[in-house]
């Protein structure tokens, strides 16, 4: 069982910047590959980044590739989102999730590769 906590949304600007954090518990964050999700209103929910139980390979959603990245520090038991250049269409509720790697080393980018989801943060981007 992993309980997770994100944090960090807010309201910013277009352009602006926010960094996410999802705290888990337990001593066995690094087992697990660990992925970021966003759902905006009225909308399915949707991958935006993940990351292996290393954090040696990352993998972004073509819509925010080269303006996020995912991180994690397994001494600390934390995966961050650091989101730049941010637009309105970034408008959404942002759920951490930890689950299996999908082979070893890659993890999933789909939701149903994930076991445990945070409760959620709003990032809300005006223009």
């Known amino acids: 069982q992993v309980l997770l906590v994100d944090s960090g949304g807010g309201l910013v600007q277009a352009g602006g910047s926010l960094r996410l954090s999802c705290a888990a518990s337990?001593?066995?964050?690094?087992?697990?590959?660990m992925g970021w999700f966003r759902q905006a209103p009225r909308k399915e929910r949707e991958f935006v980044a993940a990351i292996s139980r290393s954090g040696g390979s990352t993998y972004y959603a073509d819509s925010v590739k080269g303006r996020f990245t995912i991180s994690r520090n397994n001494a600390k038991n934390t995966v961050y989102l650091q989101m730049n250049s941010l637009k309105p269409e970034d408008t959404a509720v942002y759920y951490c999730?930890?689950?299996?790697?999908?082979?070893?080393?890659?993890?999933?980018?789909?939701?149903?590769?994930?076991?445990?989801w945070g409760q959620g943060t709003q990032v809300t981007v005006s223009s």
């Open positions: 337990g001593r066995t964050f690094s087992s697990y590959a």
């Open positions: 999730a930890a689950g299996r790697e999908i082979y070893t080393g890659v993890p999933g980018t789909e939701q149903r590769s994930y076991d445990y």
